[in-house]
């Protein structure tokens, strides 16, 4: 599903100098399997599932998803490919405004081939403990909240990876594992793989496969 090959990003620095974040010769994900990703602050995660998702292009390398090396591909691709293929949950949480809950989850669904499937939708809402926000805009819901919605609006289209950047973080302790129990299952029940970054260790500890990035990351493994 998912294989990263010397891959290199790196980020211009205001003298003038490049300060390189990753150097990942190879990774993998295979159809289904769940990994936890864990490093510290700082070291590259969020880049690294930039670049997966096509948001950020790297230096060098290729990343193939699903059989197609988005690296090769112009941006408007990059966001075809993210809309039908990847589901993408965002520590920023990226809610639009004006819409709600409900039409948050449902206007991924608008940027794929497939139609708008609205009980999907509200059932994910509801499996998030957010049946009574449907119609709330994210200005009138808390940050954990809102953080809920856009778990559920990762899964809408039923991607074939999904990654996820600290999905838990703004979500108090009662939904913490509720979040975790909602992203797995649907992954399973979906054959979605999925790539969870996280800082918790009660949570990475939960999978069978915990991938630490300074193990595969060498720019990382260099700086310590």
């Known amino acids: 599903?998912?294989?990263?090959?010397?891959?290199?990003?790196?980020?211009?620095?205001?003298?003038?100098?490049?300060l390189p974040i990753l150097d990942v010769r190879s990774f993998h994900l295979d159809p289904g399997e769940q990994v936890a990703l864990v490093g510290r602050s700082?070291?590259?995660?969020?880049t690294l599932l930039h670049i997966i998702a096509g948001i950020s292009t790297p230096d060098s390398g290729k990343v193939v998803v699903?059989?197609?090396?988005i690296t090769r591909l112009p941006e408007p691709l990059r966001d075809r490919v993210r809309a039908e293929k990847i589901g993408y949950v965002f520590q920023t949480f990226n809610l639009?405004?004006?819409?709600?809950?409900?039409?948050?989850?449902?206007?991924?669904?608008?940027?794929t081939q497939g139609k708008k499937d609205e009980p999907r939708a509200r059932n994910l809402l509801e499996r998030v403990g957010l049946a009574h926000r449907l119609k709330h805009k994210p200005t009138t819901l808390s940050v954990g909240e809102q953080q809920r919605v856009a778990v559920a609006r990762s899964l809408a289209n039923r991607p074939k990876l999904l990654l996820?950047?600290?999905?838990?973080?703004?979500?108090?302790?009662k939904h913490q594992q509720q979040i975790?129990?909602?992203?797995r299952s649907?992954?399973?029940?979906?054959?979605?793989?999925?790539?969870?970054?996280?800082?918790?260790?009660?949570?990475?500890?939960?999978?069978?496969?915990?991938?630490?990035?300074?193990?595969?990351?060498?720019?990382e493994a260099n700086a310590r």
């Open 1 to 18: 599903m998912l294989t990263i090959t010397d891959l290199k990003k790196s980020f211009q620095e205001p003298g003038g100098e490049r």
């Open 42 to 46: 700082g070291s590259g995660k969020t």
């Open 66 to 69: 699903d059989g197609r090396d």
């Open 96 to 111: 639009l405004p004006g819409f709600t809950a409900l039409e948050n989850v449902m206007l991924g669904m608008s940027f």
């Open 164 to 173: 996820a950047d600290e999905p838990t973080a703004s979500v108090d302790a």
């Open 180 to 183: 975790i129990d909602l992203i």
């Open 186 to 219: 649907t992954c399973r029940e979906d054959g979605v793989s999925l790539l969870l970054v996280t800082h918790a260790s009660e949570i990475a500890s939960q999978f069978d496969r915990v991938d630490h990035l300074e193990d595969f990351n060498t720019q």
